[in-house]
């Protein structure tokens, strides 16, 4: 359960991070930190929702 909870917060931290990144931070280099970071949020929720899928 606390899996599922941390990959679906991470998944909107991700996608909040990905907007900031695109229309708030007007540093091109912070932006790409930014979005490579969001990015890795996204892959860390991919991969701790396997173990929720497929059940115990």
Known sequence: MWLS????GSMAVAAVLIYVARYVIKIRIISIIVS???WGLLL???ILMIPVLGGS
Do not use: T
Request: aromatic residues 30%.
């Open 44 to 46: 860390l929720a991919f």
């Open 5 to 8: 909870f941390i990959s679906m």
């Open 36 to 38: 490579i970071f969001a």
